[in-house]
Nanobody, 119 residues
Framework: VQLVESGGGLVQPGGSLRLSCAAS????????MSWYRQAPGKEREFVAT????????NYADSVKGRFTISRDAARNTVYLQMNSLKPEDTAVYYC?????????????WGQGTLVTVSS
């Protein structure tokens, strides 16, 4: 199982970035996909999630209206479009894949990609 994030980098406040997470080794279409982030000195926090079929999304209040999560079943990839970035969005962003079937849970994480918002 692999989740490989990419697209992080340095961006000025007000700018945009698109993160990608390429999944392999599991049935992508069966998993809820999410993005989390961890800022320096803080705990990891939820950012956004998308249902297995892509029909439902949910966002943290801090990013609602600025970030958009999407998924491409043909490419086994989930995206996070981040607009109007703020310095407080600076963090390592992690991709997560989750599925629960009856009592069995599968929970996978990527290695993270760093986003720095600074002038």
């Amino acid at each position: 199982v692999q989740l490989v994030e990419s697209g992080g980098g340095l961006v000025q406040p007000g700018g945009s970035l698109r993160l990608s997470c390429a999944a392999s080794g599991f049935t992508f279409s069966s998993y809820i996909m999410s993005w989390y982030r961890q800022a320096p000195g803080k705990e990891r926090e939820f950012v956004a999630t998308i249902s297995s079929n892509g029909a439902e999304t949910n966002y943290a209040d801090s990013v609602k209206g600025r970030f958009t999560i999407s998924r491409d079943a043909a490419r086994n990839t989930v995206y996070l479009q981040m607009n109007s970035l703020k310095p407080e969005d600076t963090a390592v962003y992690y991709c997560n894949a989750y599925r629960q079937l009856l009592l069995r849970k599968n929970d996978y994480w990527g290695q993270g990609t760093l986003v720095t918002v600074s002038s």
